[in-house]
């Protein structure tokens, strides 16, 4: 049995019932049937069925954002947000699938040389729960528009979400069958991976989970896409605006609650201006409004959990008895924990070496830009990361130093439908988004032919 639960209120949702291995072998065996007929569907017709989802998501948009709201603790601001993104992500594939699938000709020694992109067949998708639609579209809609089937492990957490994502799917005129949610245990996973018909996994979760996808997935030799965790860095060095990188700071550390993976997760200042730094930044964090996820007004929602919140306790606890300043913050109240900033942050604690899934920002002060840069890139983790400096030239050396899959001067870490989006280290394999997100679940095979016939 699944039960879903509002984390603001307490409340039960719904229950669902799990899918037997008979129910889920199934489920798996008629994507295997569906994708041999869609592999063959012409790229228009897919490109077609990308602009009717993208239409479905909007259509229903305010339906997906309460759903995504009760089951998660989200902003119901936040939540609608997240379902534009989900559309326009369709769009843009439309838009660029035939530049992106396209077949490359290849001079080497014989008469023709080509490079063909084709499906590999059914992936598994095993995705969190904090960002309900987004994640699963941003594997799906490339998955499915290269030609393959796809089945759904959603956390059990956002069963509603899962489900709706299917319906939707449908809705908008993919083949029956071809993309599935199905509500199986973590035990059934395995057998899932190890069975002939699935021929990839992609995770989006914990370096651990990670780690037992990717060793689930060797043993079977099935093709993996990871991405893991973060703790993100945003430098600001001294020449920067420090209003402005105060500013983005408290959007990139605080948004979805805490709760992302790309989030600001340790802000390092250079000691020049940690002062009008950290100002400005109380300034922005008081700004934020604590509250219920469905009141329009509300910037802040709670955990998606009181074992979330009681994690938050725990990290400022140890950076405090480690020699850290809460500066505003520091409580929980429930499932909601207060936005939180500390200073005096060191590379001991916690929140420095952890991945701190919630509103809690500590501020690491550098001596210098090399010592910002060797802070950074102190950790297991290497998602994204950001550089603040008036000196745009500048900003991209520093840029370039940084170890991570993604680094944006003067701007939030994010995700785009047509940048590559994935990690390095600790924060996964492979890409997500773009064209070499579009090439990950697929074969690259070589067409040569000859004129040698003897």
């Known amino acids: 049995m699944i039960l879903t639960r509002n984390p603001a209120t307490g409340a039960i949702l719904r229950t669902y019932t799990q899918y037997s291995e008979t129910v889920a072998f199934s489920a798996l065996e008629h994507a295997h049937a569906a994708y041999l007929a869609w592999q063959q569907t012409s790229l228009a017709d897919r490109m077609e069925c990308l602009l009717r989802l993208a239409e479905v998501l909007r259509q229903k948009s305010e339906q997906y954002a309460r759903l995504m709201s009760e089951e998660t603790g989200k902003t119901i601001r936040a939540a609608r947000a997240e379902i534009e993104k989900c559309a326009w992500t369709c769009e843009v594939y439309a838009t660029h699938a035939a530049a992106w699938l396209a077949e490359e000709e290849v001079a080497a020694d014989g008469r023709k040389h080509r490079v063909v992109i084709e499906p590999l067949g059914v992936i598994l998708a095993i995705m969190p729960w904090n960002f309900p639609f987004w994640q699963v579209i941003r594997f799906l809609v ?7 089937g796809a089945l759904l492990k959603h956390a059990a ?7 709706n994502i299917q319906e939707a799917v449908n809705e908008a005129g993919f083949p029956q069958d071809l993309f599935s949610t199905i509500l199986v245990s973590h035990e059934l996973v395995e057998q899932i991976i190890a069975h002939p018909l699935c021929q990839g996994v992609s995770l989006t979760g914990s370096a651990e989970a990670g780690r037992i996808i990717a060793a689930t997935a060797g043993r079977y030799l099935k093709k993996t896409v990871l991405e893991l ?34 989030a600001a997760k340790r802000l390092i200042v250079l000691q020049e ?20 996820p469905l009141d329009e007004k509300t910037d ?3 955990l998606v959990n009181e074992q979330a ?8 606890a140890d950076a405090v008895a480690k020699g850290a300043v809460i500066r505003t913050g520091g409580k929980r109240h429930g499932t909601y924990f207060d936005p939180t900033v500390l200073t005096h942050v060191t590379p001991d604690m916690a929140v420095f070496t952890e991945e701190v ?23 297991r983790f290497g998602l994204g990361a950001s550089v603040w400096s008036r000196d745009l030239t500048h900003g991209e050396q520093i840029a370039r130093k940084l170890d991570a899959g993604a680094v944006f001067v003067n701007g939030l870490t994010k995700s785009d439908p047509r940048m590559p989006f994935g990690g390095i280290k600790a924060s996964g394999l492979g890409r997500e988004l ?12 070589t067409i040569n032919v000859y004129d040698n016939l003897g």
Not at 234 to 261: E, M, Y
């Open 142 to 148: 490339p998955t499915l528009l290269a030609g393959n």
């Open 157 to 163: 957490n956002v069963t509603g979400s899962a489900l």
């Open 229 to 262: 965790g973060g703790s993100d860095p945003l430098i600001v060095l001294a020449d920067a605006d420090t209003a402005a990188a105060a500013k983005a700071a408290v959007t990139g550390r605080f948004q979805n609650n805490g709760q992302s993976c790309i």
């Open 273 to 292: 201006v940690q002062e009008a730094f950290i100002a400005a930044l109380l300034v922005e964090v008081a700004k934020l409004v604590v509250g219920e």
């Open 300 to 302: 802040i929602g709670p």
């Open 309 to 316: 919140a009681e994690k938050m306790e725990r990290f400022v």
């Open 357 to 379: 899934f919630g509103p809690v920002a500590p501020v690491i002060v550098a001596r210098t830009e090399d010592e910002a840069v060797a802070l950074a890139n102190s950790t």
């Open 434 to 445: 773009s064209r070499w997100g579009l090439r990950e679940f697929a074969n690259i095979k």
